[in-house]
């Protein structure tokens, strides 16, 4: 059976869009910006805002504010979700 419509079980376990703003984070380590990560995984400005505010009270991303631009990165606490995230997917790809 097939939740989500995604032949390996990717996101049986999490949400779509948390889990890809979460690797998309981990895996391009540098800092980034809100309206970056909405455009690179097809979610609304907002909605990314959203989860990114939930993150922050989770303490897995931090908000730096430079002018107009509010950038993102993960915490420590961050990179190692985001390991192990990220870990726990290879193995539901695993055929």
Same mark, same amino acid.
């Given at each position: 059976m097939n939740i989500y419509n995604d032949t390996n079980g990717r996101y049986l376990l999490f949400? %779509? %869009?948390p889990t890809d703003i979460l690797l998309h /984070?981990?895996?391009? #380590? #540098?800092?980034?910006? &809100?309206?970056?990560i909405s455009k690179k995984i097809n979610c609304t400005y907002a909605h990314t805002e959203k989860i990114l505010d939930l993150f922050v009270n989770l303490k897995i991303v931090k908000f730096k504010k430079e002018g107009r631009r509010k950038y &993102? #990165? /993960?915490t420590e606490k961050g990179k190692k979700i985001g390991?192990?995230?990220? #870990? /726990? /997917?290879?193995i539901c790809d695993e055929k």
């Amino acid at each position: 059976m097939n939740i989500y419509n995604d032949t390996n079980g990717r996101y049986l376990l999490f949400k %779509k %869009k948390p889990t890809d703003i979460l690797l998309h /984070l981990h895996e391009n #380590s #540098s800092t980034t910006y &809100v309206s970056h990560i909405s455009k690179k995984i097809n979610c609304t400005y907002a909605h990314t805002e959203k989860i990114l505010d939930l993150f922050v009270n989770l303490k897995i991303v931090k908000f730096k504010k430079e002018g107009r631009r509010k950038y &993102v #990165s /993960l915490t420590e606490k961050g990179k190692k979700i985001g390991e192990g995230v990220e #870990s /726990l /997917l290879i193995i539901c790809d695993e055929k």
